[in-house]
């Protein structure tokens, strides 16, 4: 089993639509949880950071955590067309070892 | 802040040819990582550097891959001989403060 199971999609949503992208995990030692998003021929970049369980929650971004079930979620409000890329999660324990989902390419259209 | 710098960004080489990829983490980063990427993989850690000393290179696919880090502000990844299954998209990121950083990728092309 991976250590962190993400969806690949794609994903494709009508611009303005609310969009759910999700991850699920097995080590129940990982602490810290992280969205990256990944536009076409670029780098992953830092979206969101999350320390532990809850919700955190930046412009249209909404970051959950429950660590209960192993799960994290992305939201995202009001999407738009530059919102299309693909979104990575990655987590990480005390340590330096960060563990990414193989990401979900999102696509919003005009 | 000029961000993680890697060269070249796209390299097109034969096969058996030698391939090096070359990093500058961000200034005050003391940690390291070299990723590679692909679609069907998605991002695979290949190594780790902590205050340039290689930690983690239990990824590193085999001995024709090998990577070093002379100091603080520099790191390259050698690939020798290349293999068209090396094409992927090579990653540098450098980590402080509890996340990491990446650079724009190297895209290599082993035909």
């Known amino acids: 089993q991976k250590e962190v199971e993400q969806d690949p999609g794609p994903l494709s949503v009508p611009e303005g639509a609310i969009v759910s992208l999700n991850c699920t995990y097995s080590n129940s030692a990982f602490q810290y949880f992280m969205w990256y998003r990944q536009y076409s021929r670029k780098g992953p970049e830092l979206l969101m950071y999350t320390y532990s369980s809850g919700n ?30 693909t979104y990575l999660c990655a987590m990480r324990t005390t340590g330096n070892q960060f563990y990414f989902g193989t990401g979900t390419s999102l696509t919003v259209i005009p | 802040d000029a961000g993680v710098i890697q060269s070249p960004r796209h390299e097109v080489t034969e096969m058996g040819q030698e391939v090096t990829l070359r990093c500058k983490p961000i200034s005050g980063h003391n940690s390291l990582f070299w990723y590679r990427q692909t679609m069907m993989r998605g991002l695979e850690l290949l190594i780790y550097f902590n205050n340039n000393v290689p930690i983690d290179d239990s990824g590193m696919p085999e001995d024709r891959f090998s990577a070093k880090m002379p100091n603080a502000s520099f790191s390259t990844l050698k690939i020798q001989p290349s293999e068209p299954r090396d094409s992927a998209v090579y990653f540098c990121a450098s980590y402080r403060g509890n996340t990491i950083y990446f650079g724009e990728g190297s895209w290599l092309t082993v035909v």
């Open chain 1, 56 to 85: 955190k929650e930046d412009g249209r971004f909404t970051a959950q955590v429950d660590k209960s079930s192993k799960y994290i979620s992305l939201f995202i409000r009001d999407s738009q067309p530059s919102d299309s890329a």
